[in-house]
């Protein structure tokens, strides 16, 4: 069984910057495919970032790029998020997910089968 436990979320003013945590424990490869996402109240869940395994690449939804950093640390079993220049619009729930078996990147919701119980961020204007 694999678990996902988010951590780092709070709140921010508008501007500032925080550092999300994903930890992940039980049996998925080093290697998967990971992904954070987000949903704020009232809207259906959204892309934010995804980084793949082995290289590393990294994809970004256009609202977040140039301010949100996605990295992985294989041998901690982490996925971080690192997001600056914080908008009101930012607010959300964020959720760590991650691949069964791919290590393919992915922006589809679908394409994930672990997800953590989410952390909340939330952007003072």
């Known amino acids: 069984q694999v678990q996902l436990v988010e951590s780092g979320g709070g709140l921010v003013q508008a501007g500032g910057s925080l550092r999300l945590s994903c930890a992940r424990s039980g049996r998925t490869g080093s290697s998967s495919g990971m992904g954070w996402f987000r949903q704020a109240p009232g809207k259906q869940r959204e892309f934010v970032a995804s980084i793949s395994g082995f290289a590393g690449t990294t994809y970004y939804a256009d609202s977040v790029k140039g301010r949100f950093t996605i990295s992985r640390d294989n041998a901690k079993n982490t996925v971080l998020l690192q997001m600056s220049r914080l908008k009101p619009e930012d607010t959300a729930v964020y959720y760590c997910?991650?691949?069964?078996?791919?290590?393919?990147?992915?922006?589809?919701?679908?394409?994930?089968?672990?997800w953590g119980q989410g952390t909340q961020v939330t952007v003072s204007s």
């Open positions: 997910a991650a691949r069964r078996s791919s290590t393919i990147a992915t922006a589809e919701v679908d394409d994930y089968d672990y």
